[in-house]
């Protein structure tokens, strides 16, 4: 798969690991990629393999749902006098480190396999550069955990 790429910053310019590929696609590669996500979110939610809690990436869900579960949670554990503490990680750069054959084993492990894998893995493996599309971004997201 051909595409063109350009470099957008996510901070400072200056830095030159700030800067980010941005992989421009074909017509047909992305719709090709948004029907393969439609069939893999179909297929983790229809079989219940996501949990009800994950609201990143997912239809139907808002960072407003998260916030709003949180501060529940906080104020159910006061009202118990139970001590409540959160913890907040934002991994910087996440997606490249991604390791693809782990997320691979985990596809598997969540039903998708034969030639829906196949697809993955190929299109992991094969795509001239690395770009983080909405396919591989949702799979990193919430299969990969």
Do not use: W
């Not at 200056?14 to 696609?25: F, K, V």
């Not at 991604?98 to 030639?115: A, E, F, M, P």
């Amino acid at each position: 798969m051909k595409s063109i790429v350009k470099t957008i910053y996510k901070k400072e310019k200056m830095n030159p690991t700030n800067y980010r590929p941005i992989a421009l696609l074909t017509s047909f590669s992305k719709v090709f990629e948004k029907a393969s996500y439609i069939r893999v979110t179909e297929h983790l939610n229809t079989n219940y393999l996501l949990v009800r809690i994950q609201f990143g990436f997912r239809k139907g869900t808002t960072t407003e749902d998260a916030i709003f579960k949180l501060v529940n949670e906080i104020l159910k554990a006061l009202n118990n006098k139970i001590l409540a503490g959160c913890i907040f990680c934002d991994l910087e750069k996440a997606f490249d480190l991604v390791n693809h054959d782990i997320l691979l084993s985990k596809l598997s492990y969540y039903g998708i396999s034969g030639k829906a894998k196949s697809f993955i893995k190929s299109y992991l493996q094969n795509i001239d550069i690395k770009e983080f599309s909405l396919l591989t971004h949702f799979l990193t997201q919430t299969v990969s955990k």
